[in-house]
């Protein structure tokens, strides 16, 4: 499975991150977007559980945006 | 046939209030109510000390229930904050609660997860050793390890203890148990000065681990939700219970939060609740989930029983 746009805001909508995905820009950090750190921490959990791998906390500086965790991940599956 | 007999808590009446820290950690109402869950924390007094607590909570018990000292032949107290290194606090709530030489006593080193271990354990010991009255305590007072400058820990905790009458008059019977560890987490939430937590760690395992663990349980003993009257978990922060409650599909009312006034207590979360929910005519079935340092989990099955 490859990551796409639909599948990370899937994700950000699985754990009632925010209640619409459809306006978020792909290149602006999710916490500029109304996700605050704790909402992230659990959408990397789902990720994790989706895609099937573990994310170190030093990597997370890559995985600010949409953009940025589509590239991570897919570097990685 | 072995049973809860009564529970009995005790919260400090201290509190320190995390609205009046705020400023120092950026803070708002939102994060503190609807996040961590925990609007103020209970705080033990300088001189009182984990065995103090514990006495404490067996003078509430005594308010409950008769209780004679002289009966009670076995004792158990969960804790990693304990009075000294050694002896165990256990032999010390002996002494001050002047139970009988004949009485079995012995401490239980977890955390979150401690009440569910020490709920089969001593129901376990005093079934094979023909025991008649036990105590089991919690008290795990995080005050001792707190570093007040961390965001992480110096929020969440609050100090409290519990103890749980075990004998054969009661009316709730533990019928099931189930557990795990995970040690590659030992290091998520530690203490060897001050207590760390890894935060984001701790979250992703109780979020990930705790939901199938319960959804197994309940398939162990062919139980569905409807089945069960409350879930009780333990208390770790308004966010990790929603979370879990939300992974497991389960109504809102059947997941208690109830720590906003004294915050997390660790094994005494879950027998604080309990001392309720025990009480309310209602509930026939609850499932109670423990979870934290180690990594560890536990969920016990505990049935009404109609006499």
Not at chain 2, 39 to 47: N, Q, T, V, W
Not at chain 2, 141 to 166: C, H, M, Q, R, W
């Amino acid at each position: 499975m490859q990551a796409t746009v639909e599948i990370i805001k899937e994700a950000i909508l699985e754990a009632e991150v925010l209640n619409n995905v459809d306006d978020l820009v792909n290149d602006i950090s999710l916490s500029k977007q109304g996700c605050d750190s704790l909402d992230l921490v659990n959408v990397y959990m789902i990720l994790e559980e989706k895609f099937g791998i573990k994310i170190p906390d030093e990597d997370l500086d890559q995985l600010l945006t949409i953009n940025g965790i589509i590239e991570y991940l897919n570097a990685r599956i | 046939m072995l049973s809860i007999k009564a529970i009995a808590g005790y919260v400090p009446s201290q509190r320190i209030s995390n609205r009046e820290k705020m400023s120092k950690f950026d803070l708002n109402d939102d994060f503190i109510e609807n996040t961590i869950g925990v609007i103020e924390h209970a705080r033990k007094a300088s001189d009182e000390d984990t065995s103090d607590l514990c006495v404490s909570a067996f003078a509430n018990l005594t308010q409950k229930v008769e209780v004679n000292v002289s009966d009670i032949d076995c004792c158990i107290v969960v804790t990693q904050n304990p009075d000294y290194k050694l002896p165990h606090t256990s032999a010390i709530v002996h002494k001050k609660l002047g139970l009988a030489k004949n009485c079995a006593c012995f401490d239980i080193s977890l955390g979150c997860s401690g009440y569910i271990y020490g709920l089969s354990t001593i129901m376990a010991f005093m079934q094979s050793n023909n025991l008649k009255n036990g105590l089991l305590f919690t008290a795990d007072p995080y005050s001792k390890i707190i570093d007040e400058e961390d965001k992480n820990t110096a929020l969440i905790f609050g100090d409290g203890a519990t103890v749980t009458l075990i004998n054969d008059e009661g009316n709730w019977q533990a019928t099931g148990y189930d557990f795990g560890t995970d040690g590659n987490g030992y290091q998520d939430l530690i203490c060897t000065d001050k207590l760390f937590m890894n935060g984001r760690s701790v979250f992703t395992f109780a979020a990930s681990v705790i939901p199938s663990h319960i959804k197994n349980l309940m398939a162990k003993y062919s139980f569905e939700d409807i089945d069960i009257d409350k879930y009780i978990l333990h208390q770790g922060s308004k966010y990790i219970v929603d979370t879990i409650r939300k992974r497991l599909k389960v109504d809102e009312r059947k997941v208690p939060f109830v720590m906003y006034n004294y915050g997390n207590t660790v094994s005494s979360s879950i027998p604080l609740i309990l001392e309720q929910e025990l009480q309310n005519s209602d509930n026939k079935r609850l499932i109670a989930t423990g979870f934290g340092v180690g990594l560890s989990w536990a969920s016990v099955i505990l049935e009404k029983i109609e006499r």
